[in-house]
């Protein structure tokens, strides 16, 4: 048995494949994040809850929006809150958008894999980071910022949109779902894709699916307190010293390794039965048509004179839960509040943690170097998944 | 114009200043090749470069991060901070560890307290446009435009929106333009009465309210040429 180390590259974050194979499959694969752990819920203790939805934001730069959503829901729930509709619209806006432009993100980086013709792969760079741009506008307009919306905040949204706005995004909108038609369809036609892509859609891999909502997010469609998380060791007792290396950790849902994402989304809400490898990416576009036709729904329903935020904010004692979908999944945000409505405990879950095993698992499946591309098709998130406090 | 050779090291932040810079990529390539973990096919590695852009704090209680972070100034010309956590630690001075499966690491610190820096651009992140400004004024050799950078990249404490509050708004020297509250990426900053007031549990200490202050920038660009003129 050889052993190959693979400095994984075009993903969000820092991580090694520890690869074991006989040259032909791969026997056993350890997926090892390399970040350092930044430590969010220690920093949070003692926080003002203001501060933590900004440092929840700052868990990760692409998906952002969908910290800040998890943190507002579970600070909601721990004080009795809740957004009034508008404001609720608003910020599944601003989640959608957040959702768009990591999947676009996540597009442009696997292209070098999915076509064959570099000029093909140069012309759909250019067209989605393009669309991308026009995506952050809106979410400027719409959310405060690019990155790290602060308009998000306790009860709604801190600002309304003008009417000006709303037109501003919704003219974007179908400008970027009308481009975006002819790069979904790109991606549907099997004839362009590389070899190494036709090889991945020879593999197929059904693990148990886990999604709260096809848009926002519901804690009463999963069970938090189902959700279980071990460090790399505990999980791989068969790795221990590479597991020392991870400062990322794993969570399972109950007892199962479960797949969270867009594909699990689809399946869950929508009719898709992709299963190959494949299949993960293609959810992935089709999702992004799917969020570009939720968000002008939204744009045509918001009522912007209606209020947008909880009239009353009284910080007390109480325990909350956030479920949110973020791109890469159902994220769990669990707060604790004191007396003085101070942040007494603070975890967070993430998808990629959720998914690493189903990423090892679906390498096992692949010859040797094939196995860094599935990875990727998977697109874990590094920042996010460096965390851990035993839930 | 001789085509610059640049790259994005990432010693493990929140990957928005990352993206910044993928999101500024059309407007890059016009100035030179640009290299990062977002754009290689497997391995990244660090080559000699003219510049290279530091984004993530460094945490001081990670031999690797140190070792990157070193090896980054050895192959650059060149040497960039960028983003509020590379500047000046942002979020993550807040940051005291204990936290499993590494609960040493415990403190992130600006990289200019381990290697010396030519110039620094805080921001969280700092928008694409401040990005191709920066490089357009270096390559065209526009030192004027380059004092403020070079003026945040020798400071030896960090700064926040409290430091605006006392060198500016206290000692009666704003006037009132709202550039502070434009830039703050947590919106902690309001103008009341045409006088900031800082919301103190917003504030990430990014400092970027700072470096954006028209009168604020211009104490720091003065300070940093005093400095030069005493040493010289």
């Known amino acids: 048995m050889s052993q190959k180390i693979v400095e994984l590259t075009r993903i969000a974050g820092d991580a090694k494949f520890y690869i074991f194979h006989d040259g032909k499959r791969v026997l056993r694969a350890h997926f090892i994040a390399t970040a350092p752990v930044r430590g969010f819920e220690k920093l949070a203790i003692g926080k003002h809850p203001l501060l933590l939805i900004e440092a929840a934001m700052r868990v990760c730069g692409i998906c952002h929006a969908a910290h800040g959503i998890a943190c507002s829901e579970a600070l909601e729930h721990a004080l009795g809150l809740a957004p009034p509709f508008a404001g609720r619209l608003l910020r599944e806006a601003i989640g959608l958008l957040n959702r768009i432009q990591s999947h676009l993100f996540v597009i442009a980086l696997v292209l070098g894999d999915m076509f064959k013709k570099k000029e093909l792969q140069r012309e759909l760079l250019l067209k989605i980071v393009q669309n991308l741009e026009k995506i952050n506008r809106i979410l400027t307009r719409l959310g405060g910022a690019p990155t790290h919306p602060p308009y998000l905040t306790i009860g709604g949204v801190l600002r309304p949109p003008t009417p000006q706005v709303i037109k501003f995004a919704k003219d974007n909108l179908a400008t970027v779902l009308n481009d975006f038609q002819k790069i979904k369809d790109l991606h549907f036609d099997e004839d362009k894709w590389s070899e190494r892509i036709e090889k991945l859609a020879e593999v197929k891999l059904s693990p148990k699916f886990l999604a709260s909502h096809p848009f926002y997010g519901d804690r009463y469609n999963v069970n938090p307190t189902q959700v279980k998380v071990f460090t790399y060791d505990e999980y791989r007792p068969d790795a221990k010293e590479i597991g020392k290396e991870s400062s990322a950790c794993i969570a399972k849902y109950g007892n199962n390794f479960i797949e969270v994402g867009p594909r699990a989304r689809l399946v869950v809400y929508r009719d898709f039965n992709d299963y190959r490898l494949i299949g993960v990416h293609l959810a992935r576009i089709l999702e992004v048509e799917l969020c570009l036709e939720r968000t002008l729904e939204i744009l045509d329903i918001i009522d912007i004179h209606e209020s947008i935020r909880a009239p009353e904010l009284t910080l007390h004692e109480g325990k909350g839960v956030g479920v949110y979908e973020a791109p890469r999944g159902t994220l769990f945000h669990f707060v604790e509040l004191d007396s003085m409505g101070r942040v007494k405990n603070f975890k967070v879950v993430v998808p990629t943690m959720f998914n690493i095993p189903i990423i090892e698992k679906a390498a096992e499946k692949l010859p040797p170097d094939l196995a860094p591309l599935v990875a990727r098709i998977y697109d874990p998130c590094i920042p996010c998944a460096t965390h851990f406090i035993k839930v | ?232």
């Not at chain 2, 510049?51 to 060149?78: Q, Y």
């Not at chain 2, 307290?113 to 390559?139: D, K, M, Q, W």
Request: with cysteine; proline share 6%.
């Open chain 2, 1 to 232: 114009m001789k085509r610059m050779k640049i790259i994005n090291v990432d010693l493990g932040g929140c990957e928005g200043c990352c993206v910044s810079l993928f999101r500024a990529l059309p407007q890059i390539s016009q100035f030179g090749d640009f290299i990062s973990r977002y754009t290689v096919e497997e391995n990244f590695e660090i080559s000699d470069a003219d510049v290279i852009f530091v984004t993530g704090s460094v945490c001081m209680n990670d031999p690797h991060a140190i070792e990157l972070l070193k090896e980054a100034r050895n192959k650059a010309k060149i040497l960039v901070a960028l983003g509020s956590c590379a500047v000046f630690g942002g979020i993550t001075r807040f940051s005291r560890g204990g936290q499993m499966p590494k609960p040493e690491h415990r403190i992130f610190s600006p990289i200019s307290r381990v290697v010396t820096i030519e110039y620094a651009i805080p921001g969280c992140p700092p928008p694409p446009v401040t990005i191709v400004s920066f490089l357009r004024f270096l390559i065209t050799g526009r030192e004027q435009q380059l004092l403020l950078f070079k003026a945040v990249a020798s400071l030896e404490k960090p700064l926040s929106g409290f430091d605006l509050l006392d060198d500016v708004v206290f000692s009666g020297l704003c006037i009132g333009c709202g550039a502070c509250t434009l830039s703050c990426p947590t919106q902690a900053l309001i103008l009341i009465e045409r006088r900031p007031e800082l919301i103190v549990e917003k504030c990430i200490r990014c400092g970027t309210c700072y470096v954006r202050c028209p009168r604020a920038s211009q104490l720091l660009v003065r300070r940093y040429l005093e400095k030069i003129k005493s040493k010289s």
